[in-house]
């Protein structure tokens, strides 16, 4: 049974107001436990992970669990984004012909291994897991990681400080740092296969390496994680982080004034402006790889639509060239820039961001640019007319409406109040598409089954390109891509780009595969975003900003980085109290009964009506 739009909105202000008072009044007893209580840092943010499985994960807020828990080969630069072996990588060294790490035909990569680590249950880290690791996904054919592994020969483990990795041919991939959570194998390795594996929880008691642990994960409220001793990434000066997920971000905003949080991650940017002049809150904008995108479903063949619930039957119109070169005109980028995100980002081309310049293609004079009445010649000389007038297009011929389903998830109000003016740009070039505005999990399903015509999310890529190229694979259908969409001349040039023998070559192939697919129309960059963070400076300091500011003073995120510089070394101000206390605000009693009077209000509303029934729902 539906529920009516107003009582699910009742239902929601007694939920938030009820996690903010028992969230507040939890962490209010806990400060009053003594003057040893750990130190706590309570991040806000609206997207509740689904899983805790690093071999299933696909959300921003998954990954930034996995990185505080498990190690990686390789680490990415603090300043540069490239790959480095520091203190957050298993490697103890880059691989090059100098160190003996690079075989003469540049086929055999020896890596040699930090030692004298061990997992939380006390079992010594070796280059055995890496080997363990990155051979399951290739046995199990975990196809949202083999492509950071091509032209595999064998990765083999020695001794416990050497890995060996042998390719067919010349590679990039050992110094493209592979996204790869590294498992313990005596874990890991006891569970069976990938049916097993994928069934596997993770939680409670994860076996990790740190420097943190998830002791305590309630699903779509919160996660703690707390400081993992003798890590080897070295000791974080934060004791416990705690992720509160909040049902809006207005919500999650007056937390951070209030002083129930610390820090506010992705904000929208009215949001982010209304905490301009606070004299207790810093704001960040960060330059960050992340983009917002509208999307066309491209799943027509089956066979390419492998996922057994697939329900890919997208209204013909979008499989149409014309029609999504059309739509790629009618939507004002520039106004997008200004009337929804108030400046803070750029308008979009292409999935590489102006921030990695030296792989980015410019499309130059063959941009598609806004042209309203354009877009509408396009479609009457196409025969897309409104044989029935009813306003809407029909297919030509007089077929179906052009009514699509357009979907969008709940974890980004900039992105949903977009979805409202391109649904009204489309209207004027006679197409319908009213936006669904779904939770996260809820789009997840409906992305994997290709249930949907058109659709809004985001990307967060990799420093390095080759993995948010690989998304658009045609092996990537069901797994990371966007749409199903399958090119062959892209299919090889990704391969292509594997192989450059040098980063001159390799660049030259990736503009290439930019091209082809902005070409084809199918997934349209809508803005390259910033990431609006801010954090209670009254409390905190030392945040690091990942990449470094450039020459005007502009600089990276300081949380949900590429790796834990700001948890290794932000540390609270003496005196600056702590989330953990009321801060000046309303207090725990006022609010229950606040609380209360509202609960008593709306049920007093809902029980007047009557009950309907799901027809009348409909």
Request: net charge negative; proline share 6%; hydrophobic share 40%.
């Amino acid at each position: 049974m539906r529920i009516k739009p107003r009582t699910v909105a009742a239902i929601t202000v007694i939920g938030v107001l009820a996690t903010a008072v028992l969230a507040g009044t939890a962490f209010a007893q806990d400060a009053s436990d003594g003057a040893d209580e750990p130190t706590t840092l309570i991040v806000g943010y609206t997207q509740p992970p689904n899983t805790m499985n690093p071999l299933k994960g696909i959300l921003t807020q998954e990954y930034e669990a996995f990185s505080m828990m498990y190690p990686l080969l390789f680490n990415f630069d603090k300043d540069s984004l490239v790959a480095t072996a520091d203190e957050q990588s298993l490697a103890a060294e880059l691989p090059t012909t100098d160190n003996g790490g690079i075989s003469d035909d540049g086929l055999t990569y020896t890596i040699k291994i930090r030692d004298g680590y061990t997992w939380t249950d006390g079992e010594p880290i070796t280059a055995a897991d890496i080997a363990f690791t990155y051979n399951l996904i290739l046995d199990e054919h975990f196809s949202n990681f083999t492509n950071y592994l091509p032209y595999v020969d064998s990765i083999t483990a020695p001794d416990d400080t050497t890995l060996v990795w042998k390719t067919t041919r010349p590679s990039v991939a050992p110094f493209v740092p592979p996204w790869i959570s590294i498992l313990p194998e005596h874990i890991w390795g006891e569970l069976g296969d990938k049916t097993a594996i994928k069934a596997f929880d993770n939680y409670p008691n994860p076996v990790v390496a740190g420097p943190f642990t998830l002791t305590d994960w309630r699903k779509g409220e919160s996660m703690t994680l707390e400081k993992v001793p003798n890590s080897y990434a070295g000791e974080p000066t934060v004791d416990r982080v705690i992720f509160q997920f909040f049902q809006n971000t207005e919500t999650m905003v007056q937390a951070l004034k209030q002083g129930t949080i610390d820090f506010a991650e992705q904000i929208p940017a009215d949001l982010f402006d209304s905490l301009a002049g606070d004299p207790n809150i810093t704001r960040n904008v960060g330059a960050g790889l992340a983009y917002s995108h509208f999307s066309f479903n491209q799943c027509f063949v089956q066979k390419y639509c492998h996922q057994p619930n697939s329900l890919a039957d997208p209204q013909p119109a979008v499989k149409d060239l014309t029609v999504r070169t059309a739509v790629a005109m009618a939507i004002n980028k520039d106004q997008l820039v200004d009337r929804v995100l108030k400046g803070y980002g750029n308008p979009g081309d292409t999935m590489i961001s102006p921030t990695q310049a030296f792989w980015r293609w410019d499309p130059g004079a063959d941009e598609i640019t806004w042209d309203i009445d354009g877009a509408n010649r396009l479609l009457d000389d196409a025969g897309y007319a409104d044989s029935d007038g009813d306003g809407v297009r029909n297919m030509p011929g007089g077929g179906e409406n052009l009514e699509w389903k357009f979907v969008l998830p709940n974890d980004n109000q900039d992105r949903v109040k977009a979805a409202e003016l391109i649904s009204g740009w489309l209207g004027q070039i006679g197409i319908s598409a009213d936006p669904q505005v779904l939770t996260t999990a809820k789009m997840t399903d409906v992305w994997y089954a290709n249930d949907y015509d058109v659709q809004m999310w985001g990307w967060g890529p990799d420093p390095d390109p080759d993995f948010i190229l690989s998304t658009f694979t045609t092996n990537q259908c069901g797994v990371w891509s966007d749409t199903c969409w399958s090119n062959p001349e892209y299919d090889k040039l990704y391969k292509q780009q594997q192989s450059a023998r040098s980063p001159e070559d390799r660049q030259r192939i990736i503009q290439q595969m930019q091209q082809v697919w902005y070409d084809d129309v199918f997934q349209i960059v809508l803005w390259n975003d910033s990431d609006l963070q801010a954090y209670r400076s009254d409390r905190w300091e030392g945040f690091v900003p990942q990449p470094a500011p450039d020459a005007e003073g502009n600089g990276g995120s300081i949380l949900y980085q590429y790796g834990l510089h700001s948890y290794l070394n932000i540390r609270p101000i003496a005196g600056g109290g702590s989330s953990t206390t009321s801060g000046g605000g309303i207090s725990a009693g006022v609010w229950l009964g606040i609380l209360a009077a509202v609960a008593v209000v709306i049920l007093a509303v809902v029980l007047m009506r009557r009950r309907r029934s799901d027809e009348d729902l409909a």
